[in-house]
């Protein structure tokens, strides 16, 4: 019945007469360094559409995509729908010249050097590279540290005797003195409730990682009488939770104290897993942030908020607490967006997207539901997620990825960002801006988080 219902929905989609509209490129003139683009827009289903005299498929929804190559210079095309008729103009600049460029070397100071962080959340990483998976912590403001070389924008990080990582130069200062190594006075354990709580007290902030095994590990780095300078604490997994998984904890510095908290193992209602249960949903972009534009002109930031409110009404049926990142169509900022999930509790954090390409690829054969992740705690809830909406939904499986998106470094609950569709995919973009297709992935996501619970 429902799969009857989706068809009407995009049968009456189809009835409609569309003008000839293109939303990529947006603008007429444009330069573009890639080897192709592609056109993305609607067109009237009755009436042939051509690009450069060449027929271009509509879907039944009026939306299509449609990929052009792209030579060095002018490139001229001529789209025609009917009696109408746009002409759009893309440069291609001429490829750079090869050169002689070289990267960065790194240079080692002849005396080690002493630095403030001066903001907070500054990727400590494993390599001196702004981006990809190599984040070893996000350190806080006012932490100082130990620096042994440079190289390009980063300067190298002594962690313990023998480790180091990278720091970008305009996350710090460099400062006359500093200490080289911190002490560890002690820690309490504090049990509560929903959590395990392991204070640490130091005489100053340190390095420090948070290492998801098993056992998880917490590494303090530079401090004296332990070996390699760093202090290790292993925290049973297997024996303290339920099935040996993680869900959710937060490492911090207040003060000189560094706090753990790990929540402690869930035991879900067997009759409705989700009672009870904070969950974040978060629908991605708003206000001025827009997002990608669909085929038929629809904006990602109000597609969204449909999933959104869909999906919180499901979980609410489902007994869940949910806290919405937003309500409207207001701008919320990234870092934002996870403060309001965690100073809520939430026990996870789902942000909802549509997914677009840049230049060079092709919008028709890329098609379906991605999701991504950071830390493999959360691996688990978007396994079980994508599982539901490929098999109820009839998404092709774009696989289940990790990624360095901001939403997602939440360690404080599993964090998602879940690519419901491609709205430059005509099909896609056809279903997702149907009301019952909004509905049936509202459930989809429901029977996914519960199955996650539930294991």
């Known amino acids: ?79 025609k729908s009917g009696t109408e008729e746009l002409t759009y103009t893309i440069m291609k600049p001429p490829a750079p010249p090869a050169g002689n460029y070289k990267p960065p070397e790194f240079k080692e100071f002849d005396n080690l050097k002493y630095a403030a962080v001066t903001t907070d959340r500054a990727p400590l990483r494993t390599t001196p590279e702004d981006f990809g998976i190599n984040r070893i912590s996000h350190l806080q403001k006012g932490m100082q540290l130990v620096l042994d070389g440079e190289k390009g924008n980063f300067y190298r990080v002594i962690l313990g005797s023998s480790k180091s990582g990278w720091i970008w130069k305009g996350n710090i200062k460099l400062v006359e003195n500093g200490a080289s190594l911190a002490e560890l006075k002690g820690y309490d354990y504090v049990d509560t409730d929903e959590f395990f709580i392991f204070v640490f007290h130091f005489d100053r902030m340190t390095p420090f990682e948070l290492i998801e095994s098993s056992p998880f590990l917490i590494k303090f780095y530079n401090v004296k009488d332990y070996p390699d300078n760093t202090y290790v604490m292993d925290f049973p997994v297997e024996k303290s939770m339920r099935n040996g998984k993680l869900l959710g904890y937060s490492g911090q ?10 929540r402690k193992p869930l035991i879900p209602d067997e009759k409705q897993p989700l009672r009870g249960l904070n969950i974040a949903v978060d629908a991605g972009h708003g206000g001025s942030e827009l997002g990608t534009t669909g085929c038929l002109g629809d904006r990602e930031k109000d597609v969204m908020l449909k999933f959104a409110k869909e999906l919180e009404g499901e979980l609410k049926r489902r007994g869940a607490n949910v806290i919405m990142t937003r309500k409207g169509d207001t701008a919320e900022g990234l870092n934002e967006r996870v403060d309001l999930a965690n100073s809520e509790n939430a026990l996870l954090f789902i942000s909802l997207h549509g997914n677009a390409l840049p230049d060079g690829k092709d919008p028709n054969a890329n098609c379906g539901t991605s999701i991504y992740y950071y830390y493999n705690q959360a691996k688990p809830l978007a396994d079980e997620i994508l599982k539901e909406m490929t098999s109820q939904l009839g998404m092709k499986n774009d696989r289940v990825r990790q990624q360095s998106f901001a939403v997602v470094r939440n360690t404080n609950a599993p964090s998602i960002l879940i690519e419901i569709g491609y709205m430059i995919n005509p099909s896609d973009n056809a279903k997702m801006i149907t009301k019952e297709f909004q509905k049936q992935t509202a459930k989809a996501i429901a029977d996914g988080v519960e199955n996650f619970i539930k294991n």
């Open 1 to 79: 019945m429902k799969r009857f219902i989706l068809i009407l929905g995009l049968l009456s989609i189809s009835g409609k007469a569309f003008a000839l509209d293109i939303v990529y490129p947006s603008y007429k003139a444009v330069t573009i360094g890639a080897a192709s683009s592609f056109f993305i827009g609607s067109a009237d289903t009755e009436k042939p559409l051509t690009i450069n005299g060449k027929t271009v498929p509509v879907h039944p929804s009026g939306g299509f995509a449609y990929v052009v190559p792209l030579n060095t210079g002018k490139n001229t095309f001529q789209i």
């Open 253 to 262: 510095f207040s003060g000189t104290d560094f706090i753990l908290k790990i």
